[in-house]
């Protein structure tokens, strides 16, 4: 799991460095999929017995998969901005 959440947050650096504008609202739709994802497993899947630890555990790490993303794209439109402020000092 700290695998993708690592994943989401590079992958959000990059497009927040790329299209600094849009920032953490591309991020946002990197961990939208997630939800999607949770919301139609949770529809069309048996019901199972639940283990509430589990299923707490489970919600962190997903949600941690959410924030990864746009606080990623956040950071990237920073340092994109930054970048672009430095090279218009430096002409």
Known sequence: ??????????????LGFVWPERGWRLGL????????LLL???LFSDPVPWNLRLVIKD???Y??????GPLGGAVGAIIS????????RRS
């Open 1 to 14: 799991m700290p695998l993708m959440i690592g994943t989401y947050g590079i992958s959000g650096i990059a």
């Open 63 to 68: 949600s941690l998969i959410v924030i990864a």
């Open 59 to 61: 919600l962190i790490d």
């Open 40 to 42: 139609i497993a949770l």
């Open 81 to 88: 901005r930054r970048r672009m402020v430095d090279a218009s």
């Open 29 to 36: 739709w990197l961990g939208l999929f997630w939800v999607v």
